[in-house]
């Protein structure tokens, strides 16, 4: 009995040995075993041997064998909602006017003037002003505008100069939704040729003056883009005419060339019927020309800022003069200046684009000496250099 104990006992420890390996002692320096231990040190350092015995087993691990579970996470759990900040109040230069948001009290589609006091907007009363804008940018408010003309013309023996003609307007705009009435005020006009050396036309100050406010009706348009167009039906303007000659029909109005015709009026109220305007230049001299005009206007192809503050659109025009008195000058004068639209230039580095007006939205109380005198920080520069 003692001997089969004995015996089991050997067993039992030869059987330990082999499931546990030789991993006793790292610093074993017995090479005799090279049936199953591989040294991977190039310089047959034992010490460095890394044991790849394929067929000794390491402790088996049970693949049946169940990992701790994570706590699961819900994907439809809403994330912790974040604290809202606080908005950050609306700043404003003190004295400034806007067109507000609060309805007029007597009119659901009107809105009431702001005025900054003490670094926040405050309603003005009895300051309304027709704006619902709707679904539409709102547009509505005090605006500088830029209309610019490119022209081939024939100023009296002189043909084919190229013109241009930028004219300044100060504009209020009331809103029903797509709907825009405009008052344009004449603020300035400018006119320059490339044959200016030998006549250039001057547009006094009068010449604007005269020309005063006139209404106007355009159009919102949205785009498939989602943008907003801005349109106006063709407008016509005769000036230095009574407007009782030609009633309802001012495109078929043919402009008379008689200075005693009964239809001339004297607009600018000095000594030359119809309108004023100065000749310099070498045929020009230093004349004074009275002049009637009938032109009209078309505003197509606009595009609104989604804010409102811009409005960019081409114009198709038409112009037509009649001198009908020359002071100070020759009687070549009197031939005048007939313009027709060009839609390209021959001036080197002219931008484009040719018949254009551009709209920005200016302080309200602005007047048309706010507009004039900040031009040049106001609207984009001239696409051609004038002199």
Request: with cysteine.
């Amino acid at each position: 009995m003692k001997k089969v104990l004995i015996l089991l006992t050997i067993f039992v420890f030869c059987m330990l040995m082999v499931s546990c390996g030789d991993s006793s002692d790292s610093g074993d320096t017995d090479t005799t075993d090279t049936d199953t231990d591989t040294d991977t040190d190039t310089n047959d350092n034992p010490d460095t041997a890394t044991d790849t015995d394929p067929t000794d087993p390491t402790e088996p691990t049970n693949p049946t064998e169940p990992t701790e579970p994570t706590e699961p996470t819900n994907p439809t759990d809403p994330t912790e909602p974040t604290e809202p900040t606080e908005p950050v109040a609306e700043t404003c230069t003190e004295g400034d006017i806007r067109v507000g948001d609060t309805a007029c009290p007597d009119n659901p589609k009107g809105k009431l003037h702001q005025k900054c006091e003490n670094g926040s907007w405050a309603d003005i009363e009895g300051t309304c002003i027709l704006c619902d804008p709707g679904d539409y940018p709102k547009v509505c408010g005090t605006y500088a505008q830029k209309m610019w003309f490119t022209s081939v013309s024939k100023i009296g023996p002189i043909s084919a100069a190229e013109g241009w003609t930028r004219t300044y307007f100060h504009i209020v705009q009331e809103q029903e939704q797509d709907k825009v009435h405009i008052k344009a005020t004449y603020c300035n006009i400018k006119i320059d040729n490339d044959q200016s050396g030998l006549l250039a036309i001057v547009m006094p100050d009068s010449f604007a003056e005269a020309l005063g406010t006139a209404g106007k009706e355009s159009v919102i348009v949205k785009n498939d883009d989602g943008s907003f167009g801005f349109n106006q039906d063709v407008f016509w303007e005769i000036r230095g005419i009574d407007p009782a000659c030609y009633g309802d029909n001012p495109a078929g109005y043919t402009l008379p060339s008689d200075q005693n015709d009964a239809c001339v009026q004297n607009w600018d109220n000095d000594e030359l019927p119809g309108l004023t305007v100065n000749a310099k230049g070498t045929m020009g001299g230093n004349a004074s020309l009275g002049m009637v005009e009938k032109s009209s206007s078309k505003i197509h192809t606009g595009l609104i800022s989604k804010n409102g503050l811009q409005i960019n659109a081409l114009v198709d025009w038409t112009d037509e003069q009649k001198i009908i008195v020359v002071e100070g000058g020759t009687d070549v004068l009197k031939l005048g200046a007939q313009n027709q639209q060009q839609n390209s230039s021959k001036q080197p580095g002219f931008t484009g684009p040719f018949n254009f007006i551009e709209q920005f939205k200016i302080p309200e109380g602005s007047d048309c000496a706010y507009i004039v005198n900040n031009a040049a920080t106001i609207f984009s520069p001239d696409p051609v250099t004038l002199k």
